[in-house]
T-cell receptor, first 115, second 111 residues
Framework: GAGVSQSPSNKVTEKGKDVELRCDPI?????LYWYRQRLGQGLEFLIY????????KSGLPSDRFSAERTGESVSTLTIQRTQQEDSAVYLC?????????????FGPGTRLTVT | GENVEQHPSTLSVQEGDSAVIKCTYS??????FPWYKQELGKRPQLIID?????GEKKDQRIAVTLNKTAKHFSLHITETQPEDSAVYFC??????????FGTGTRLTIIP
C-alpha cells in the first residue's frame, strides 16, 4: 500500500516568509509525528498527534512553529517568519496502535532552505 | 524527558567483521527501543526493534540486546557488507509515543 507522503519535496524560501509543509500519513494510522533533521544531525522531535487527543507540542522550538491535523489524516506544519536556522529536512512519520504495533513509518521529508 | 546517548559517532569496520553500536537512555518508563538505518539522502527505515519484556532479539545478521537495569541497549551487525554503510539511529519511547533519538552513528564498511 501507499506509504507516508510529504510535499513539497524541496522548498526554497526567503527569510521572513511563511511556509507550509504537508504530510499524508498511511491510511488508518492514528498517530502522526513531525521531526526536524538538520544537515548531518539526528532527528529532533517537534510535535505528535494521537487520534483526537490534544497534540504533544513539547518539541516545537518557538511560537513561529505550529501544526494542525485534520482528524486522522493530513497534517500541515507551518513555519512563520522563517529564519536561516530553520533550514533542515522536515520528516513526518505515522504509526498505528492496531495489534500493538509501535513502528513509525517515515515519509521522504521536505528539504527546506531559507535564504 | 527522555534523553538518549549513542556511541560511537563514527565507526569503520572491515567487510566481514562485526559492528556494535551502543545507546543509553534515561527514562526508566521507556519500553520500546527501535533502531533505524538512514542511507544518504533517504528516509530513516526501521531495521529492528525490541520491547522491554525481551532481553535480546535477532534477525539474520542483526541483533539488539537490552539491559533494563543499566538502561542501555546495543545493535550488533555481524558479517558486515558494503550495503550496511549508513547512519544508524537508536531511539526510545513509551509505547508508540514520540521517539527520542540518539545522535546517530555513521558506519562505514571498508571493502
Amino acid at each position: 500500500g501507499a506509504g507516508v507522503s510529504q510535499s513539497p519535496s524541496n522548498k526554497v524560501t526567503e527569510k521572513g516568509k511563511d511556509v507550509e509543509l504537508r504530510c499524508d500519513p498511511i491510511s488508518g494510522h492514528t498517530a502522526l509525528y513531525w521531526y526536524r533533521q538538520r544537515l548531518g544531525q539526528g532527528l529532533e522531535f517537534l510535535i505528535y498527534f494521537q487520534g483526537n487527543s490534544a497534540p504533544d507540542k513539547s518539541g516545537l522550538p518557538s511560537d513561529r512553529f505550529s501544526a494542525e491535523r485534520t482528524g486522522e489524516s493530513v497534517s500541515t506544519l507551518t513555519i512563520q517568519r522563517t529564519q536561516q536556522e530553520d533550514s533542515a529536512v522536515y520528516l513526518c512519520a505515522s504509526s498505528s496502535r492496531l495489534g500493538g504495533g509501535y513502528e513509525q513509518y517515515f515519509g521522504p521529508g521536505t528539504r527546506l532552505t531559507v535564504t | 524527558g527522555e534523553n538518549v546517548e549513542q556511541h560511537p559517532s563514527t565507526l569503520s569496520v572491515q567487510e566481514g567483521d562485526s559492528a556494535v553500536i551502543k545507546c543509553t537512555y534515561s527514562d526508566s518508563a521507556s519500553n520500546y527501543f527501535p533502531w533505524y538505518k538512514q542511507e544518504l539522502g533517504k528516509r530513516p527505515q526501521l531495521i529492528i526493534d525490541i520491547r522491554s519484556n525481551v532481553g535480546e532479539k535477532k534477525d539474520q545478521r542483526i541483533a539488539v540486546t537490552l539491559n533494563k537495569t543499566a538502561k542501555h541497549f546495543s545493535l550488533h551487525i555481524t558479517e558486515t557488507q558494503p550495503e550496511d554503510s549508513a547512519v544508524y539511529f537508536c531511539a526510545a519511547s513509551f509505547g508508540n509515543e514520540k521517539l527520542t533519538f540518539g545522535t546517530g552513528t555513521r558506519l562505514t564498511i571498508i571493502p
